[in-house]
């Protein structure tokens, strides 16, 4: 059984840092790209971030230059360091991959990321 459990989240002031963790079990890692994505109150989710087997990264236009996405195989687990954090971040975060032999999405829980002074 495949799970996702991200985890680092909370409250943070503008300007500040936090750094979300997100654990695979049940998938080989190593074959799998990963993303990030968050969904603000009454909008959709949207994707931030993500990062192929071979370490290649994207990222969404509001979060260049401030966000960074990493993987570590050895441990299943990928980052999202979050800088210079601003209001408009608020949001429910969540990891997310896929099957890399029928393409099936695996989502995690989620987890709540709020910037306010």
């Known amino acids: 059984q495949v799970q996702l459990v991200e985890s680092g989240g909370g409250l943070a002031q503008p300007g500040g840092s936090l750094r979300l963790s997100c654990a695979a079990s049940?998938?080989?890692?190593?074959?799998?790209?990963m993303a990030w994505y968050r969904q603000a109150p009454g909008k959709q989710r949207d994707l931030v971030a993500s990062i192929t087997v071979g370490g290649n990264t994207k990222y969404t236009d509001p979060v260049k230059g401030r966000f960074t996405i990493s993987r570590d195989n050895a441990k299943g687990t990928v980052y999202l360091q979050m800088n210079s954090l601003k209001v408009e971040d608020t949001a429910v975060y969540y990891c997310?991959?896929?099957?890399?032999?029928?393409?099936?999405?695996?989502w995690g829980q989620g987890i709540q990321v709020t910037v306010s002074s």
């Open positions: 049940g998938i080989d890692f190593r074959r799998i790209d």
């Open positions: 997310t991959t896929a099957s890399p032999y029928n393409g099936n999405p695996y």
